[in-house]
């Protein structure tokens, strides 16, 4: 059962925590659910949102602040998996060229 409390600088009644496995365990019947036949787990949501953001032209900066890396080469791991589809990603500056 959800436990809900009194959030005390905004006043509103919300669920305060998910704990971790609760997450986990829901993720897990949500896969089964969709009928999705490989393993999955938050973790591999975290991995495909930032590969997304990468192949889509975000600023790797911008990948480590959201993933909360204190280290650059550990959101470049990233790059490798993204290869392919970095070929395409367009400089802005090729942009402003096309443009222009």
Request: hydrophobic share 35%.
């Amino acid at each position: 059962m959800a436990k809900h409390s009194v959030n005390p600088r905004t006043g509103k009644v919300m669920r305060h925590h998910v704990l971790d496995r609760a997450l986990q365990n829901m993720v897990k019947r949500a896969i089964e659910k969709a009928g999705v036949n490989k393993h999955g787990t938050c973790h591999s949501f975290r991995h495909a949102y930032a590969t997304h953001l990468l192949e889509n032209g975000t600023d790797i900066k911008a990948i480590q602040e959201l993933l909360g890396h204190s280290s650059i080469e550990t959101t470049m791991i990233y790059t490798h998996v993204a290869q392919k589809k970095l070929a395409v990603v367009e400089s802005p500056l090729d942009k402003l060229e096309k443009a222009g």
